[in-house]
């Protein structure tokens, strides 16, 4: 390029990523929430390979009908935020404020039905303090033994308790997307804030789809 | 935006296949099985369903290369600690 | 945010910021410079506490059992009649390093540095997400106060070492500390917030706003630095977060993630805490390294010695610093095995680290060498780097590690490559980005005076702890003199503390020399050091949005003493001279549409 043509062309930016600033945010957020969750998750692991004997199988003390009608009901939300971002890519906005309440109605489930799960297993004494855990497993009269031990408690709350939260904050978000969306901020040309919770409600879906396997089934 | 150019990925199609791997796990976990095959059986699945929300549903087989780099970065990382501390015990 | 090709926006973005007010100038602001001045004066006053900790703890070792001059202050909790207690004193080894490495140098390093340097040595406007800017910086101090407190809860603040291994940090049973522990627990929570929104602004404003042609291998190497730490923050921060939060749980809910008499396991909080601690101290020095080299490269009037190896090197030593962790456990109980491939691991990630050394004395060589006081700190940063890493190769071997792990062999090190490498980095980065900062020069006299007596105070201070070491003094001990075999270090013990007392007071030269400066300074112009980076190319201190268009870069950042220009220097966005006949063209990658934004 000669200098002539350099001294009057446009000035942009590098290339970069190829994708825009508040995407790429997004992206980067999210990885350092993969960390956080390894740190957790890792800390199932190594505990459950250094004292498997507080663990029991799969469905004794949890319940995994119920748990897996909620991942299902995730993984719905998950295709109602696509939705909402295919129909503002099309510039329908009626489209996205419709998806994206049902996103949120579907996400609050997913919490309250977990809520539900939480207040269960700790009535069946399935608790997360060392002293506190004597889990007699599902419908199993109350003065039934011990099963497993309280590293299973301490890590099922601990990993399911803050999944739980990265949904409830995500719902909140979802919430403020839909009032913007109600207001009008969102056209065809620039809707970046919807893609980008719908990126991280993305996340959500994918760190429970890990968690439901490794916490429930295994 | 990009993704208006090229073919619209089959959403309702990811979720029907995303609802049979749910229930092929959830049968699977009950079989009598060695724990060994089990695990490894419901980890591949897990996996397979992440990754058709990581590719499809957050776009990132529409994007950049270079982001899918960045996106994995942090997965080695993880999978060193964890392998790392279990020689421990 | 786009840039437009006009002054006349520019000066209406100046306009508008004359009516924001005194708050969102000053208070709640959003401009990455107002942001890096904020992190600077919470980050030196921290480093003063953190300074007033030590002094304490020196004290103790120094005239162990006398009263503190002036201790009538501290409660009787701490120090009754002036004596520091025991107790009092585990958590001032406990709060130095804490306040040190988390409120201070990280502050400093990424805080300061990352954002002042990053936007405008790119050629950006500002960062790419500037009100999470803001965030980053207002919840650091809301961690410090967090901190503070914990003094004054029942119980006193952590006195668990800032590694806080459990069971020691799992429970109060042991310290007697409660309060205090969770409180500092919950403060470095908060604070790694501030650590991962700064990392997401910094990686994505390299990543996407660098200006035309500013290629990666154009980039200067103190904004390479910050992004690979950048990374390494993102990364590492949030397994700390996790593991804090399982500890903090244990110590208030019960868990026993980490306690033994619930089956839990101490060594995991080892291996979470040192898989984040390892990166950490890499975050620590990197920054250091790139200011180094800005300052080396433009002090001698030479081209780095190896651009491109020193940015392998800085990606090497950032790929690598993920699998030595386990070199701070060697004498934990792990798993020998295990142990071994970090003896490796840890012996290879020297040889990054050497190559930039070498680089630093190539640069050097034959340099037309400037001797002023960012130089000076810049090589003092060599020196002392250098003695750090060579105890280093001593501790990277598992077997020398069984006699000098958790002794003061161990204190020396740390110091070494902490102070002689960060803080003199951080000295060398301050005094030669202060008149970019505040408009002024800082007194050359005054400068030279601080460097020479804080490098030979701290020599004085800190190499005979390598000695204490060897002969079997412990860290962290309140009274070595319970132990007949450490009794004749006391007069060594005695010296070290005075030379430390002498080094902090010298400290107030450089606090004097930097207050005095920003009203009499010498008004400083726009390149007062004719380096070639665009940060020079701007007013000192630089308005909002920086340039008054986006600049265009045309070469790297080291061209000094370049035969193709009179000057001993080649700014990266003066365009080259028009050619007359054989059509001299310039290779600027031609920028392609970015989508969206």
Known sequence: ?218 | ?89 | MSMTTTSEAHTAHAEEHHELGFIRTYIFSTDHKMIARQFLFTALLFLLLGGALAVLIRWQLGFPGQPLPGGGILPETMAPGGIILPEFYNSLVTMHATFMVFFALMPLMAGVFGNLLIPLQIGADDMAFPRLNMASFWITPVAGFMMLASFFVEGGAAGAGWTSYAPLSASGEWTGVYLGQQLWLASLIVLGFSSITGAINYVCTVINMRAPGMTWFRIPLATWSLFITAWLLLLAIPILTGGLILLLFDQTIGTAFFRPEGSGEPLLWQHIFWFFGHPEVYILILPAMGFVSEVIACRSRKPIFGYHSMVVALVSIAFLGWVVWGHHMFQSGMNPLLGMTFVVTTVVIAVPSAIKTFNWMGTLWRGDIHYDTPLLHAVSFVALFIIGGLSGIFMASAPVDIYIHDTYFIVAHLHYVLVGGSLFGIFAGITFWYPKMFGRMMNEGLGKVHWALSFIFYNLAFFPMHNLGVQGMMRRIYDPNQYEYLQSLQPTNTFISINVFLFAAVQAIFAFNFLWSLKKGKVAGNNPWKSNTLLWTTPSPPPHGNFPEMPIVYRGPYEYSSPEVEEDYYPQDRPPPLSSSGGHTVEVPNPEPVPGD
């Open chain 2, 1 to 89: 935006m990009e993704e208006q150019e090229h073919a619209h990925p089959r959403y309702i199609l990811i979720w029907v296949v995303l609802l049979v791997l749910t229930l092929a796990e959830v049968g699977y976990a009950f079989m009598d099985l060695p724990k060994i095959w089990l695990a490894i059986g419901l980890i591949i699945m897990a996996v397979w369903k992440a990754l058709l929300v990581a590719l499809y549903y957050m776009h990132l087989i529409y994007e950049p290369k270079r982001l899918w780099v960045l996106a994995v970065s942090p997965l080695p990382l993880a999978v060193i600690l964890v392998l790392a501390v279990i020689t421990e015990f």
């Open chain 1, 1 to 218: 390029m000669s200098n002539a043509a350099v001294a009057t062309m446009e000035r942009k930016p590098m290339p970069g990523m190829k994708v825009y600033n508040k995407k790429l945010g997004m992206w980067v957020f999210l990885l350092s929430e993969v960390m956080f969750f390894t740190s957790l998750i890792g800390s199932y692991i190594i505990l459950r390979f250094a004292h498997p004997e507080h663990w029991t199988n799969p469905g004794v003390v949890l319940n995994v009908p119920l748990t897996a009608t909620n991942t299902f009901l995730l993984i719905c939300s998950s295709v109602t935020m696509v939705k909402a971002f295919a129909a503002i890519q099309q510039g329908d906005v009626t489209g996205l404020k419709r998806w994206l309440l049902a996103t949120i109605v579907i996400g609050a489930g997913f919490v309250g039905i977990q809520m539900v799960e939480y207040v269960a297993l700790s009535g069946e004494g399935f608790l997360p303090a060392l002293d506190a855990y004597h889990a007699v497993g599902r419908g199993n009269p109350h003065e039934g033994p011990s099963l497993g031990g309280p590293l299973y408690g301490a890590t099922f709350y601990a990993m399911t308790g803050f999944h739980g939260a990265h949904v409830s904050i995500g719902v909140l978000c979802l919430i403020f997307v839909y009032i913007q969306a109600v207001r009008g901020k969102y056209t065809l040309a620039d809707h970046e804030g919807v893609e980008i919770i719908g990126l991280y409600w993305h996340f959500v879906d994918l760190v429970w789809i890990i968690l439901f396997t490794i916490v429930y089934l295994i």
